[in-house]
C-alpha cells in the first residue's frame, strides 16, 4: 500500500512530456489517475498507454483547459469515474515565442488563456470538494522563465510569473482547511515544447545548467509527488525549482 492507494488525482495535459511522467509516476503508487488533452482520441490512448506501462488505473478526458465550462464538466466527470479528486497537477501549457514588437494578440492571449487562466479554471472547479473534503493538494508547474524572464517569451514569463502569485494567495485562502498549493519550477527539460528550440539555443542552454544536464520528464514528476505527499504536509506557498542549478 502506498500513501497513494485509491487517491484520485487529476492531472491536466498528461498525453505526453512532465505531465505523462506525472500520470506515470502516480499510477506506479496506486493512485487512480485522470489526464486530458486537447483531443479525446490522444487523451485516451495516452491514458491506455501508461497503464498498461504501469499497472495502474489511468483514464483520459477531452479538455481544453482554457474554457471554464469544459473543466467544471471535466471535474464533474473525474469525480464521478474515479472519486472525489485529492491531487491536481495543473501542469497543461504552451509556448507561442515572439519578440514582443512582432507578437500577435492571439499569441499573447492563447498562452495567458492556457497557462493560467486554465490553472485559475481548475483549481476553482476542484477547490469546493477539496474545502468539503478538508483535505487537498494542488501543484502548480511554472517554470523558471517566470521567475528570471526570457526575451521572447513575454507571454509565457507573464503567465508562469502569474502562475507563482496566484499559488500563494491561494496557498493562504486554503491552508486552513488543509489544503497547500505549492509550484513547481522546471528548468529546461527534455519534451516536445524544448525539442523545437534551434541547436544552437539548445547548447547555449545546456553551458549554462550547472548539473550539465537537460531534465527529464521524471525529474519533475518526483518533485510533485513530494509536495503531494505527506512528507510535505506542512509546506505551501512554496516555489520549488527543479532545473540542475539553471536560475541561480
Ligand atoms: N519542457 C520544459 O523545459 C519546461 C520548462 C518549464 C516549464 N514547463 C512547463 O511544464 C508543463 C508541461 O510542459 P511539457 O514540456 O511537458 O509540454 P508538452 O510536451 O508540449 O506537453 C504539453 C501538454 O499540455 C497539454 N495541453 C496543452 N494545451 C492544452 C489545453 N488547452 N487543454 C488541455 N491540455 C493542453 C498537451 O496535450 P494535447 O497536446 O494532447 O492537447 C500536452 O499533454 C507546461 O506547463 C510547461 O510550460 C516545461
New binding site residues.
Given amino acids: 500500500m502506498s500513501e497513494f492507494s485509491d487517491k484520485t488525482v487529476l492531472i ?8 505523462r511522467a506525472c500520470a506515470a509516476a502516480f499510477a506506479r503508487e496506486g493512485a487512480r489517475v485522470a489526464i ?4 479525446a482520441a ?2 485516451q490512448a495516452a491514458a491506455e498507454e501508461i497503464a498498461a506501462e504501469t499497472g495502474g488505473k489511468v483514464v483520459g478526458f477531452e ?4 474554457s471554464s465550462p469544459a473543466v467544471d464538466a471535466l471535474v464533474k466527470s473525474v469525480t464521478e469515474t474515479l472519486g472525489p479528486i485529492y491531487v491536481l497537477v495543473n ?4 509556448t507561442r515565442d515572439g519578440l514582443l514588437m512582432r507578437m500577435k494578440p492571439e499569441d499573447w492571449s492563447a498562452v495567458i488563456d ?2 493560467l487562466t ?1 490553472a485559475f479554471n481548475c483549481c476553482r472547479a476542484v477547490s469546493r470538494d477539496m474545502l468539503k473534503q478538508k483535505t487537498g493538494r494542488i501543484i502548480n ?1 511554472s ?3 517566470g521567475i528570471r524572464g526570457q526575451g521572447g517569451q513575454t507571454n509565457y514569463a507573464a503567465a ?1 510569473a502569474g502562475l507563482i502569485g496566484f499559488s500563494k494567495a491561494l496557498a493562504q485562502e486554503l491552508a486552513s482547511r488543509n489544503i497547500t498549493v505549492n509550484v513547481v519550477a ?4 527534455d ?4 525539442a523545437v528550440l534551434s541547436e544552437e539555443l539548445r547548447a547555449g542552454l545546456l553551458e549554462r545548467i550547472p548539473m550539465r544536464r537537460q531534465g527529464t ?1 521524471e525529474d519533475i514528476a518526483a518533485a510533485v509527488k513530494f509536495l503531494a505527499g505527506a512528507d510535505a504536509s506542512y509546506i505551501t506557498g512554496a516555489v520549488l525549482q527543479v532545473d540542475g542549478g539553471l536560475a541561480m
Fill in positions: 491536466t495535459g498528461g498525453t505526453r512530456g512532465i505531465g486530458c488533452g486537447r483531443t490522444t487523451a479538455t481544453d483547459i482554457a501542469n497543461a501549457g504552451i492556457t497557462n486554465g508547474i517554470s523558471i522563465i508562469k522546471p528548468g529546461y527539460i519534451t516536445d515544447m524544448t520528464g
